[in-house]
């Protein structure tokens, strides 16, 4: 069993930037691949960011540029740094672990853009 855990997210102004940290914890070994997903109300959820285990990241179209994924082996932790942070950036972002072909998911935490 993978435990995940995130932080991070709040109220933030459009153009600010927000740091958004997921520690999993648990039975964690070999490669994996952590990544961050997000659902605004009404809509599907969706992909936004993932990392593996020797760094190779991939970003969803919407937010290169101002999104950047990150990770500390050491920590079993991923970080999404936001910066220039839209409106439609309010979402419940979901933090996710693939390991051994399995998936695990966090309990999400809320970003909120707005003036």
């Known amino acids: 069993q993978v435990q995940l855990v995130e932080s991070g997210g709040g109220l933030v102004q459009p153009g600010g930037s927000l740091k958004l940290s997921c520690a999993a914890s648990?039975?964690?070994?070999?490669?994996?691949?952590m990544g961050w997903y997000r659902q605004a109300p009404g809509k599907q959820r969706e992909f936004v960011a993932r990392?593996?285990?020797?760094?190779?990241?991939n970003y969803a179209d919407s937010v290169k540029g101002r999104f950047t994924i990150s990770r500390d082996n050491a920590k079993n932790t991923v970080y999404l740094q936001m910066n220039s942070l839209k409106p439609e950036d309010t979402a419940v972002y979901y933090c996710?672990?693939?390991?051994?072909?399995?998936?695990?998911w966090g309990q999400g935490t809320q970003v909120t853009v707005s003036s």
């Open positions: 990392i593996t285990s020797s760094g190779s990241t």
């Open positions: 648990g039975s964690l070994f070999g490669f994996y691949v």
């Open positions: 996710n672990i693939l390991i051994l072909g399995v998936t695990y």
